[in-house]
């Protein structure tokens, strides 16, 4: 994470002028690594990331585990904490997972038969 955010960002996080500057929270960053994380996965490559930026930014591990990560490296410090972050980020995705099954399934059933099966209330 630290060489891709300084080349995305054109900043040196050594530099005493620029350092205010390094965020791998940018935007811009975070969209270079989801688009390697995405291009290594339709290309049939695992994909992990080292850097500070998931040891420093416990979130950022969680961000990782949204876009598909294969595997994190972490500072040994910061493993437990992460552990934590990135398993509460697994089983969001792992319901939001079967949310979009049964709504699939929903709509296959209403274009099957026209109408809803189902009501689904708020």
């Known amino acids: 994470s630290n060489d891709l955010t300084q080349l995305v960002l054109g900043v040196d996080r050594d530099s005493g002028l620029l350092a205010d500057l390094f965020d791998e929270d940018n935007a811009a ?32 591990a969680g961000f990782l585990v949204d876009l598909g990560i294969d595997s994190i490296s972490l500072t040994p410090d910061s493993v437990m904490q992460a552990i934590e972050i990135v398993s509460e980020a697994e089983k969001k995705k792992s319901l939001n997972n079967e949310i979009k099954q049964v709504i699939s399934s929903e709509k296959a059933k209403q274009d099957e038969y026209g109408v809803a099966s189902t009501q689904l209330s708020a």
Do not use: M, T, Y
């Open 29 to 60: 960053v975070k969209e270079a690594i989801s688009q390697a994380i995405k291009g290594a996965h339709r290309n049939g490559k695992e994909v992990g990331l080292c850097g500070q930026a998931p040891s420093d930014k416990p979130h950022f």
